[in-house]
């Protein structure tokens, strides 16, 4: 009974993890929206295919203006929001995915995502800019 109960609650941190995924990338669409309407701010950003590896800059953002995440790991999140489109249910997963691979998958994903980014990488300075992150 211990080992099913800790295979759900691995499974719910895979699913918050994949939803502050979802959370992130639709925040870096609404920037993309408010990047293209302005001249000054459009050069930073190339129209490849979403979601475009120069966008790993708005994560590494949210890292360097201390996000609070509640032991989210920003990364982690949005590789698995890049691995998923959706949660999949728990079904898919064996035990041994979550407990020891679920980290590694997100992280290998965003890694690997970041790393097609174009040189030279556009980093956005914390100091130019304000977040508010709201919970609802």
């Known amino acids: 009974m211990d080992l099913a109960i800790h295979l759900v609650e691995n499974y719910q941190g895979l699913v918050l993890h994949w939803r502050w995924g979802e959370d992130i990338l639709e925040w870096i669409r609404q920037c993309e929206i408010t990047f293209e309407s302005r001249q000054d701010l459009r050069h930073l950003l190339h129209g490849d295919v979403w979601p475009h590896a120069g966008r790993s800059s708005f994560v590494q953002l949210l890292e360097d203006k201390d996000v609070p995440t509640d032991g989210i790991h920003m990364e982690s ?42 040189a030279p990488v556009s980093s956005l300075p914390p100091e130019r800019f304000t977040l508010q992150v709201l919970e609802m």
Request: proline residues 10%.
């Open 77 to 118: 999140a949005v590789g698995l929001r890049l691995t998923f489109r959706q949660p999949p249910p728990i079904s898919c997963f064996s035990n041994q995915f979550l407990f020891y691979l679920k980290d590694s998958v997100g992280n290998s994903a965003y890694q690997a995502w970041a790393s097609k980014n174009p």
